[in-house]
């Protein structure tokens, strides 16, 4: 149960409303001792609510390199691949928001170099940890022979779900540094898809590997396998400037044993509240996972199992899986246990090129790079 030293890096909304606060709660198995982020303001007002001393930088090498430091926890927007390389060429364990990489080559890298260096490298698909996931398991083996398996999120405005929460924002920022961020992001998904026109690389990085990843992570957890998929539609889709709302999405497919998925993820900005449902219909009942509103803190899933000979039964989680996913990554850490995260995560970013195609071909498109591979 030794502490493990913590540079965090990244100071934004999912930082502030979830992984300092749980790091402060679990002070008995982490100690933040260093923090970065491109805004001086930002990092010095985070740094100042710390307990002792915290080393402060606005460039995220020095945390990776900084000698108090042993793993870090990598919180930026976008995909991470040459932060979690550098970090772990460093000697430093790794905990990496999604996405880890835009591409598949990248996230095979990354899972070279941490069996290379005997580094974890964990990836936070938060939904996976949720406290009722292995209820969740057990309970598809009692539904019968599955039919139907539909996984939905109707996704509000991100200010409407963070209204509750106050978020210290500045902005001093080094612009040339964010555009020099921006360009390698663009140009990691060109070799993922290629120079399609707009909106298709915003499509890619900011909707599919941005967010429908949490709903291919449920689902290759839980099924052990990703459908093949059958159809699939985003709307709406401009030629105009770009849209500052992201699209919404349907998608069928097909398991090896033939049981059909559904997968819709719908952006209503007014919707009252964030829901996210995985439902697995079978033919002798059903089981239903309510996933928690993602910047809502301690709140967990909700499962509910039913059953032809049974009344309903509903289970609840007592610790969020931002906490549980947390723990996991102190236990391998302390335990020299490497997850396969990095691994999968290139399974993940596989299946949706292979997704990213599907809707290109309904545009009259082909993609390029590893998606045109496939």
């Avoid at 026109?197 to 052990?224: D, Q």
């Avoid at 998929?229 to 709307?235: H, K, L, R």
């Avoid at 719908?266 to 033919?283: D, H, K």
Wanted: hydrophobic share 40%.
């Amino acid at each position: 149960m030794r502490r493990v030293s913590v540079g965090v890096v990244g100071l934004g909304v999912i930082a502030q409303t979830q992984h300092l606060p749980n790091l402060a709660l679990l002070d008995s198995l982490f100690r933040v001792a260093a923090v970065a982020d491109l805004s001086p303001r930002l990092t010095a007002a985070i740094a100042d609510r710390l307990p002792g001393p915290v080393f402060t930088s606005t460039d995220w090498r020095e945390v990776c390199r900084h000698p108090d430091v042993e793993a870090v926890l990598l919180l930026t927007p976008g995909a991470h691949q040459r932060m979690a390389g550098e970090a772990l060429c460093e000697g430093k364990h790794v905990f990496s928001e999604k996405p880890l990489s835009l591409t598949v080559a990248g996230a095979e890298r990354l899972a070279s170099v941490a069996q290379k260096t005997q580094r974890v490298l964990q990836v936070g698909y938060m939904k996976i940890h949720e406290q009722v996931f292995g209820d969740l398991l057990r309970g598809l083996e009692r539904i019968g022979e599955q039919r139907l398996i539909r996984h939905s999120v109707y996704h509000p405005s991100h200010h409407s779900q963070l209204s509750h929460a106050e978020i210290l924002r500045f902005d001093d920022g080094d612009q040339e540094v964010l555009d020099a961020a921006e360009s390698y992001e663009r140009q990691r998904a060109v070799e993922a898809i290629g120079d399609l026109p707009h909106p298709w690389e915003r499509i890619y990085r900011k909707f599919l590997v941005g967010s429908l990843i949490h709903t291919v992570s449920v689902l290759r957890t839980a099924f052990a396998e990703l459908p093949r998929i059958t159809f699939a539609e985003v709307w709406p889709l401009d030629s105009g400037p770009p849209r500052s709302d992201p699209p919404s999405l349907f998608a069928r497919g097909e398991f090896s044993n033939h049981v059909r998925v559904e997968m819709s993820w719908l952006w209503l900005p007014s919707y009252p509240a964030y829901r996210e449902v995985l439902e697995v219909y079978g033919t002798e009942g059903s089981v239903e996972l309510l996933f928690p509103q993602p910047y809502l803190r301690r709140r967990t899933a909700e499962l509910t199992v039913r059953h032809r000979h049974e009344p309903a039964r509903r289970r609840g989680g007592t610790e969020s899986a931002f906490i549980r996913e947390l723990r996991a990554f102190h236990q391998t850490i302390t335990t020299g246990a490497l997850p396969r995260d990095a691994m999968d995560a290139a399974a993940d970013v596989a299946w949706l090129q292979g997704m990213l195609a599907a809707l290109a071909l309904r545009a009259r498109l082909a993609p390029d790079g590893e998606a045109g591979r496939l």
